[in-house]
């Protein structure tokens, strides 16, 4: 754990991106998110985090990349447990200042992403993400990907395993890149 956090001081904080290592460059989704990371990191100016996998990581890291930003990837580190490596991708987003501009952004993706995303969910929701500083968490719903999840945490409502409002506090839904980078712009004030 102490290579992982020593990894975050030396690259810094930023953006972390949860995706689909399944979604190659001939997906559709491939190059949204290869822009998508290209804009954030020019907009944000911070390092950019991933999983270091193929598919919708390697986007992600190839955009930070042609930006010009630091990236940061597992490539860097090699976690003996998958824990250490989560606790490490949720470290790198937390904002320990007013001038970490910081995100998590949960891209397309199966098992893995479901898993990265509802932990980082329920650490903001029990206020245990490690900041008092808000975090932005960006849902990534290109082409209505996880609108059937969407439609099941309403279904949970109605169950009253959640709270009206609770699951829309936690994240923006962004159904393109245009809506995610305006967020990000209004969410830290910048022009």
């Known amino acids: 754990m102490r290579q992982c956090y020593d990894l975050i001081n030396n690259l810094g904080r930023g953006v972390v991106y949860l995706g689909s290592s399944r979604m190659g460059p001939d997906h559709l989704h491939y190059s949204r998110v290869f822009e998508l990371a290209q804009e954030i990191a020019k907009l944000l100016d911070c390092t950019s985090w991933s999983g270091a996998g193929p598919g919708l990581m390697d986007a992600a890291t190839k955009g930070a990349l042609e930006a010009g930003k630091p990236v940061a990837s597992e490539s860097y ?26 995100a998590v952004v949960a891209l397309p993706g199966g098992i893995g992403t479901l898993d990265e995303m509802f932990e980082i ?8 993400i490690g ?9 990534m719903n290109y082409d209505s990907f996880y609108s059937k999840l969407l439609d099941f945490l309403v279904d949970c409502k109605s169950w009253g395993t959640v709270f009206e409002g609770e699951v829309e506090s936690l994240w923006k839904v962004c159904d393109n890149n245009s809506e995610a980078l305006e967020y990000l712009s209004k969410f830290y004030s910048l022009p």
């Open 77 to 102: 580190l090699t976690c003996r447990f998958f824990s250490a490596r989560k606790h490490g991708l949720v470290d790198a987003a937390v904002r320990k200042s007013n001038s970490d501009r910081t």
């Open 131 to 139: 900041s008092e500083l808000p975090v932005p968490f960006l849902l």
């Open 121 to 128: 969910m329920a650490l903001i929701q029990l206020e245990r």
